[in-house]
């Protein structure tokens, strides 16, 4: 049976009321959770999945429930209501120190503020990681989880200055690294060229994306900031030989 919109309008806001009363009550069992958040995750897949359900989805902006107010906002980021989104992340960040919506507000926002200005991070570039010991260290990205991170390729190679394309283009994968788009997109980390990958990842909603890079992590260790990865790819490079 086809869900009309409001269907899954309230969908979302019981199922995240719900879950966070599960997680409050120390009876709740953790299924119970999962379930509540696989119901409101699957409304907001649905609701942004058209213009019509995006327009809809909007009006949980103003829900009197501040956590289904700011969720529905983070959903929204992605759609053509972004800045509706940043307005109500605005008003929540207008809060209290110590107010939790207020907190999570300015957190958005700032990752928000530092994803505009960066310099856009793309499938199949290829970059320079300069690393602490002298030389570099080189990687591609692989692909990327909308705002919460990448996958990229250490390659198997290091060199006292910074290689060409055609060189690196021939060079072998070393192994798979998660972390942030910072470096990249302040260009610490410089991109040196581009080459569009032969099988590209398929397009992801937020939440899709949010779960995968999870996945990862758990996959691959350690997931930390690119600017505090630096000694891990110097280790593996060791272990390759490739660095004494």
């Known amino acids: 049976m086809k869900r009309d919109i409001d269907y899954y309008i309230n969908e ?83 809060g209290p120190e110590d107010e939790y919506a207020a907190n999570c507000a300015r957190l958005r926002l700032a990752d928000w503020e530092k994803a505009r200005q960066a310099k ?39 060199s006292e200055t910074i290689a060409s394309m055609a060189v690196l283009r021939e060079t072998p994968v070393l192994r798979e690294f998660i972390t942030d788009y910072d470096s990249l997109g302040n260009q610490s980390w410089p991109t040196l060229g581009n080459v569009p990958l032969a099988n590209p990842p398929e397009q992801r909603t937020e939440k899709q994306h949010e779960r995968e890079r999870n996945a990862t992590m758990m996959r691959l260790r350690p997931y930390i900031g690119s600017e505090s990865l630096l000694p891990y790819i110097e280790q593996v490079l060791r272990e390759a030989n490739l660095l004494n």
């Open 12 to 94: 979302f806001a019981d199922g995240l009321i719900q879950q966070w009363n599960g997680i409050m009550n120390p009876d709740s069992k953790r299924a119970d959770i999962r379930k509540q958040e696989q119901r409101y995750s699957k409304a907001a897949d649905k609701l942004t999945a058209t213009e019509e359900g995006v327009a809809a989805f909007t009006k949980l902006l103003n829900h009197e429930n501040s956590r289904v107010a700011g969720t529905a906002a983070v959903y929204l980021l992605e759609t053509s209501a972004e800045m509706k989104a940043v307005e109500c992340f605005r008003e929540f960040a207008k």
């Open 120 to 158: 856009p991070v793309t499938l199949g570039d290829y970059f320079a990681i300069p690393l602490e010991v002298g030389g570099f260290a080189f990687g591609k990205v692989k692909d990327k989880y909308g705002r919460v991170g990448m996958l990229f390729d250490l390659l198997r190679f290091h």
